[in-house]
């Protein structure tokens, strides 16, 4: 039949939203407004659903709907067929359009076909209408299209990560599901009037433009895990209420990145020993401007700058292509084993100075405070700023709440592990039992059948590593807590709890990540 027959084609094709991103995605918006809105000829006579309406139909209770190119269709009973298991809830309640596009085998006709069994309405012409009715004074009608799977903790200023169990399929993260952390709307950049100021040097002004970036200076790759410092600030919230958005483990990801070294860059605008002599700071100022015309900014030590182990790129590519919009388009500073903070996206200025940036980012922000330390008593400047992040894991599955069948016998649980600085992950201990006993995860730094990549020099292991444990069911347990932590190579752990970290602002959050689950009967 024709289950059997989608799940015969299907089956074994799904096996990771990364493996087929290249195909680009198919927003809703786009798919129908390069079809054209639909006329009265072309529509059905089923009966006519607003967006509100379907965005009911979220659940397997009440009923998974989704649409696609105007139609609206009732999948509840396909659901449990899916080849790609519980993933297509992801969609429910909203287009199936960028889901569909992360998976090749979609754009076939038999699978609309297929979809079309499912049709039970269509998507009201006011709502295909409203991608028209942005207001052009809204200082975020510009920035880019996002996918909906990211789960979205600010939406002006954007900021999104995407669900754990994705972000660990793929060893490089595609830019997609990279986590999107931005401080004020994504500037427009023609990259071809672009120009890049170099301050702060005996010779003056350097400026470069985008052309000169790429054919001046040697073209750099360097694979590095990027994350933000409230990366699992949700954990922080549990104990006690903190100051920021609310992320949970997914503030992170890891990508190739391309560019020309600053340290080159810096050299050919007259760095050299007598500078070497008063410098101290590097300052990178972004495009991004609030209402003020004050652009994002902030500072890194010169050191980390000018070493030639500092591996600081201008990077101009992510994973082999332009860096997106959303991640610095066209440059980006990219400081391998630092917070994402310093990672200046839409790069317009580099000053090198004897003090660091004065920026609200540098001072006021991005800094580690005691667990005693309260609002009424902050004193900022007490507080060096985050630069190196420390050693963190968490487990992306099982899901907090997840229910595993005793039946299975075993579990496995999976995650990832990354320390600042360039320290090598070098072990994650994964408990089942809440802590009394203890078992080793295996490590790799590749795709999952893929050769891992090399060996990083000491000092240089910039990207993060994933973990994978398969491990017998503990018997008669009706509850587990599974726990990780990682070791890096200066034998740097994380702490066993939030309590002892705790900080206003919700900052450096890397205690052990625990998730419980319920062990059920057949």
Known sequence: NWSANWKRIVAGVLTGTGAVLTYGLLYQEVEQADAGLPTTEKRSSLPVFSHDEISKHRSLEDGVWVTYKGGVYDITEFVPMHPGGNKILLAAGGALEPFWALYAVH??????????????????????????????????????????????????????????????ENYITPHVLFFKRNHLPVPQVDPVSYRLQVEGLPKGALTLSLKDLKTRFPKHTVTATLQCAGNRRSDMNKVKQVKGLNWGISAIGNAKWSGARLRDVLLAAGFGPEVAKWARHVHFEGLDKDVSGSAYGTSIPINKAMNEDGDVLLAYEMNGEDIPADHGFPVRVVVPGVVGARNVKWLGRIVVSTEESSSHWQQLDYK????????????????????????????????????????????????????????????????????????????????????????????????????????????????????????????????????????????LSNAWHRVKVKVTED
Request: proline share 11%; with cysteine; charged share 25%.
């Open 368 to 507: 580690g405070f005691s667990p005693g330390t309260d609002w009424s008593k902050v004193d900022h400047a007490s507080s060096p700023a985050i630069q190196e992040l420390p050693v963190q894991s968490a487990i992306t599955i099982p899901a907090d709440g997840a229910e595993i069948d005793r039946s299975d016998e075993t579990l496995t649980v999976k995650g990832y592990a990354w320390s600042g600085g360039g320290r090598e992950v070098v072990r994650v201990d994964v408990s089942l039992d809440g802590g009394k006993t203890w078992q080793v995860a295996q490590l790799r730094s590749g795709d999952k059948g893929q050769p891992d990549e090399p060996s990083p020099p000491p000092g240089r292991a910039w990207a993060w590593k994933l973990w994978e444990l398969t491990a017998p069911l503990p018997p008669d347990a009706d509850e587990l807590e599974i726990i990780c932590k990682a070791v890096d190579n200066s034998y740097n752990v994380q702490p066993d709890s939030i309590p002892p970290i705790w900080n206003l602002r919700g900052l």
């Open 107 to 168: 754009d076939q006709e038999y699978v609309l076909e297929i979809l079309s069994q499912y049709k039970v309405g269509e998507l009201s012409v006011e709502d295909l209408k409203k991608q028209h009715n942005a207001k052009a004074s809204d200082p975020y009608s510009s920035d880019p299209e996002r996918h909906p799977v990211l789960r979205v903790n600010s939406k002006k200023p954007f900021n999104a990560e995407p669900p754990p169990e994705i972000l660990t």
